[in-house]
T-cell receptor, first 114, second 110 residues
Framework: DGGITQSPKYLFRKEGQNVTLSCEQNLNHDAMYWYRQDPGQGLRLIYYSQIVNDFQKGDIAEGYSVSREKKESFPLTVTSAQKNPTAFYLC?????????????FGPGTRLTVL | QKEVEQDPGPLSVPEGAIVSLNCTYSNSAFQYFMWYRQYSRKGPELLMYTYSSGNKEDGRFTAQVDKSSKYISLFIRDSQPSDSATYLCAIGGGADGLTFGKGTHLIIQP
């Protein structure tokens, strides 16, 4: 089955901790994205990558970091510098170089800060 | 003015009704139009994609684009309780990639 997987489904973090969210795709897509979704806010772009070993900041990159060492994987680290990290995090991918292509989403990770 | 406007709802209709969901946009450079369906606590699922004015039909779903009015719609015929979800419009072709509406929460009453 082709698709995007995210793990874990639920994640709890203590204040001051860094946590890493996993995103893997087997669609052979070049581009990958991370979004944050809060109630009433819609989807906000954190980071995106159009090719291996390259990534760009989105609208709300502060307090987050990413890497793109493999085409299939685009992990997101939520650092202690992110002051309000509790949210639903969505990873997506698309098959084109342009960010206007259709994006396909994973099931999401719900992060809660204790 | 935000680039993509979408009424958050909730929109509640009886089963079997025709549902109309809408978005307006301000950037005339937008040229790709998508609708996603998102069930609670799940990732969005791509429902419809179009890049031209006019209608595109897929089963009970019809996507309509009016570029002259900068207005897009998603129609759902013979609505079912399983259609209850949040529907997000997404528009691309501008300088900043894909822009999402905030989503409309739809409730189909059995």
């Amino acid at each position: 089955d082709g698709g995007i997987t995210q793990s874990p489904k639920y994640l709890f973090r203590k204040e001051g901790q860094n946590v890493t969210l996993s995103c893997e795709q087997n669609l052979n897509h070049d581009a990958m994205y991370w979004y944050r979704q809060d109630p009433g806010q819609g989807l906000r772009l954190i980071y995106y990558s159009q090719i291996v070993n390259d990534f760009q900041k989105g609208d709300i990159a502060e307090g987050y970091s990413v890497s793109r060492e493999k085409k299939e994987s685009f992990p997101l680290t939520v650092t202690s510098a992110q002051k309000n990290p509790t949210a639903f995090y969505l990873c997506a991918s698309s098959d084109g170089q342009a960010t206007t292509d259709m994006q396909y989403f994973g099931p999401g990770t719900r992060l809660t800060v204790l | 003015q935000k680039e993509v406007e979408q009424d958050p709802g909730p929109l509640s209709v009886p089963e079997g009704a025709i549902v109309s969901l809408n978005c307006t946009y301000s950037n005339s450079a937008f040229q790709y139009f998508m609708w996603y369906r998102q069930y609670s606590r799940k990732g969005p699922e791509l429902l419809m994609y179009t890049y031209s004015s006019g209608n595109k039909e897929d089963g009970r779903f019809t996507a309509q684009v009016d570029k002259s009015s900068k207005y897009i719609s998603l129609f759902i015929r013979d609505s079912q309780p399983s259609d209850s979800a949040t529907y997000l419009c997404a528009i691309g072709g501008g300088a900043d990639g894909l822009t999402f509406g905030k989503g409309t929460h739809l409730i189909i009453q059995p």
